[in-house]
């Protein structure tokens, strides 16, 4: 039973361009998120996270979008730049849970 | 520096041995976890310890154990029961146990190979 999926197992962008990537999870215990970035042979960092009380938060190029009714969540990376060329994982939890964490979704950013 | 190590980088396990892995944390934090990372399925969970002396089974612990003796430790040893350990195992560690806000931050990660 997968709660948390990243459908698209890559995306490939232009530098300068708008990196969007997604997340779906099914569980509505979920009330809080995160995406992680991580590079081959490395472990992951962590990113940017958003709690449900709200359905947007900045950090920089970084952006994430939540929107609880369609239980979706999305990071967007404005502008993209080769250097953000990783795995990005998203993952959720909720009070008293572990993290629950997606498949990964391999961005590459062309120069 | 803060922060988590696992040792070894690399490793390479003859098939029926046993083999732990390790990691360190001093980040004085009271949790840790051991995920194994294949192609394609994210991050799954072994084990992880909320506290000194106590640990949980996670999603795919079959094959695997784990000691918490010391706050900073959380070894974990893959034995010769795990039918497929060739994989990245990565350890974390937060600030808390299982509650919301609870950000893990996460090691370099240890490559096990089996011939």
């Known amino acids: 039973d997968q709660q948390v999926k990243q459908n698209s197992p890559s995306l490939s962008v232009q530098e300068g361009r708008i990196s969007i990537l997604n997340c779906d999870y099914t569980?509505?215990?979920?009330?809080?998120f995160l995406w992680y970035k991580k590079y081959p042979a490395e472990g992951p960092t962590f990113l940017i996270s958003i709690s449900s009380i709200k359905d947007k938060n900045e950090d920089g190029r970084f952006t994430v979008f939540l929107n609880k009714s369609a239980k979706h969540l999305s990071l967007h990376i404005v502008p993209s730049q080769p250097g953000d060329s990783a795995v990005y994982f998203c993952?959720?939890?909720?009070?008293?849970?572990?993290?629950?964490f997606g498949e990964g979704t391999q961005l590459t950013v062309n120069p | 520096d803060g922060g988590i190590t696992q040792s070894p980088k690399y490793l390479f396990r003859k098939e029926g041995q046993n083999v732990t892995l390790s990691c360190e944390q001093n980040l004085n934090h009271d949790a840790m976890y051991w995920y194994r990372q294949d192609p394609g399925q994210g991050l799954r969970l072994i084990y992880y310890s909320q506290i000194v002396n106590d640990f949980q089974k996670g999603d795919i612990a079959e094959g695997y154990s784990v000691s918490r003796e010391k706050k900073e430790s959380f070894p974990l040893t893959v034995t010769s029961a795990q039918k497929n350990p060739t994989a990245f195992y990565l350890c974390?560690?937060?600030?808390?146990?299982?509650?919301?806000?609870?950000?893990?931050?996460f090691g370099p990660g240890t490559r096990l190979t089996v011939l």
């Open positions: 569980n509505s215990m979920f009330d809080y």
């Open positions: 974390a560690s937060s600030i808390r146990g299982l509650a919301t806000n609870n950000e893990q931050f």
């Open positions: 993952a959720a939890s909720g009070s008293g849970s572990r993290l629950t």
